[in-house]
């Protein structure tokens, strides 16, 4: 679906894409988190068509993007400013929706009413922040496209549009094989949405898996031990705190693999925890940049 490869952009002597490579298959939700200047928005204007790359290929639906409308056509982009004519009511950019793309559902459109209980004549800049997501959002979901790129896409709406509108989104995943790729500083919800993630720093992409990955490969264990027992040997730990006589350890490792290797000491209490997407990061990524964990601490 999408196809990155070698990616270079420069503003200025100063490269915001470096090299970059990014793969996302048909049908996945891929967060995108980073800290500020990592190269986000710079990719996404890639993705969409706005930027021409330097070097490097960018390919989606197996086409390159940028200058082929047949491949825009299929795209929806909701970047962080909602863009809108000044005096535009609600009415008035949904005509301009249903004339630009073809695919555009009205009668899916006049569906979502429901949920999007605003008033066709209103004028959009007179709405909240929050408000002019909602109404964008609607006109994307009618839209029907086969890609929806998303920055900060949920930023200003309360918890009950945000859980909302990824109902919405999810189920075209689920029902239409729509893929999402979104950018997120708020890795708690890119946790509860996505199976994939990329990790952008310095305009390179650190680390991009699917999330089962990740939580294979990191383990948090509660344990106690007996007066006396010490750790088996090289084992791989990233993190340990000790409280009385309960330890906690971050070990990069196979859950099943580590649990029988400490079952070696013998201990008295013994317990895997789930690790956040948050924990995962901090540890896969080690001291890679502080900014990043700045980030996600």
Excluded at 59 to 76: D, S, T
Excluded at 118 to 141: E, P, T
Excluded at 262 to 289: K, N, R, T, W
Aim: net charge negative.
């Amino acid at each position: 679906m999408i196809k990155v490869r070698d990616l270079v952009k420069t503003f200025d002597k100063k490269r915001a894409l470096d090299g970059l490579t990014l793969s996302v298959p048909q049908g996945a939700v891929c967060g995108l988190v980073g800290p500020n200047g990592a190269g986000k928005s710079t990719l996404i204007r890639h993705l969409t068509g706005i930027y021409r790359q330097d070097e490097g290929e960018i390919l989606i639906f197996g086409e390159p993007v940028f200058e082929n409308p047949a491949v825009k056509a299929r795209i929806a982009y909701i970047p962080d400013e909602i863009p809108f004519w000044t005096q535009a009511t609600v009415d008035d950019m949904r005509r301009f929706f249903e004339e630009v793309y073809p695919s555009f559902d009205r009668a899916y459109y006049d569906s979502l009413a429901d949920h999007f209980e605003l008033k066709g004549n209103q004028m959009i800049r007179k709405l909240s922040k929050g408000q002019q997501k909602m109404v964008y959002f609607r006109y994307v979901l009618a839209q029907r496209p086969d890609l929806v790129v998303l920055d900060e896409p949920v930023d200003g709406l309360d918890p009950v549009n945000r859980r909302m509108i990824w109902s919405l989104l999810l189920a075209d995943v689920a029902d239409r094989g729509t893929t999402v790729l979104v950018s997120s500083h708020n890795l708690r919800e890119l946790e509860d949405v996505c199976d994939r993630v990329g990790i952008m720093n310095r305009g390179k992409m650190l680390l991009e898996r699917s999330l089962s990955e990740l939580q294979e490969n990191i383990v948090k264990i509660q344990l106690a031990l007996p007066d006396g027992a010490e750790l088996p040997q090289n084992l791989n730990i990233l993190s340990r705190s000790v409280t009385g006589r309960l330890q906690q350890l971050i070990l990069r490792g196979k859950s099943e693999e580590l649990t029988a290797r400490l079952q070696e000491a013998e201990p008295l209490f013994m317990d895997v925890l789930p690790l956040s997407l948050e924990e995962i990061f901090i540890y896969e990524l080690g001291g890679a940049d502080h900014e990043i964990r700045s980030l996600i601490l």
